[in-house]
């Protein structure tokens, strides 16, 4: 009963706060609906039992990128005449939806609730903890890790080389 | 993952999914679009934790840190591609980016 009321409580914040992100005119109002979006869905990782992205989630998307964000908004320092309001595309937004809504969940329902509803698998103690998750990057994916230290020093710098008025 | 199955966590992943979609495409912001982007990544990560979680399986758990950080490296360099176009055009409407349109 708790796990039901805490599913659809967070369901519902995430959900409002999607639909404020994408019909706010204001940046700042979208960026923080995200914060409050982003959160509701660590409390969601943490009920799949996946403590360890729940955290990441919260350090490195509510507390980096999206900091990130709010502060090249604000850097750019837009007048309110610049934001451009919503301008639905009606036939475009109804056909993404009638797609997506449609045409994806309808397959995976059926596929899902033949294949695997009913008891999930019972997980070991401590799945999705920082212990599980180290044996496994330090492992098996040690070489796909040290390759995103790579992406993420490229990003920096192409950062920097885009970002900067002469190098 | 007692009361709530599965399905459950992919229709909100879906609904989640959609909403981004029309983000990106009814939206002239770029920040809304870059953050409409955020969200589908967001989508798709749920959808993987949920399957990790009904197949017992942590790999699903490790791709999530893996798109949580490519998705960080995205939003920096989306974010340097903003400033130097807004240095360059002086608005950030995605209209107005049409110099390669066909």
Known sequence: MFETILFYSLAGILVVSSLLVITRINPIASALSLVLGFVALAGLYAMLSAGFAAVIQILVYAGGIMVLILFVIMILNMSMEELLPLRPNRIVVALVLLIVMGGAWMPLAVFISSGMSGAAHPVVDGFGGIVEMSKLIFGRFLFPFEMLSLILLTALVGAVVLAKRKL | ?102
Do not use: C, W
């Open chain 2, 1 to 102: 993952m007692g009361e709530i199955s599965p399905l459950h966590y992919i229709i909100l992943s879906t609904i989640v999914f959609g909403i981004g979609i029309a983000g990106v495409l009814s939206r002239k912001n770029i920040f809304t679009v870059l953050m409409s982007v955020e969200l589908m990544l967001n989508a798709a990560n749920l959808a993987f934790l949920t399957f990790a979680r009904s197949m017992a399986d942590p790999v699903g758990q490790l791709f999530v840190l893996f798109v949580i950080a490519i998705a960080a490296a995205e939003v920096s360099v989306g974010l340097a591609l903003v400033i130097a176009l807004y240095r360059m055009k002086e608005h950030i409407d995605l209209d107005g980016f049409a110099k390669l349109k066909g």
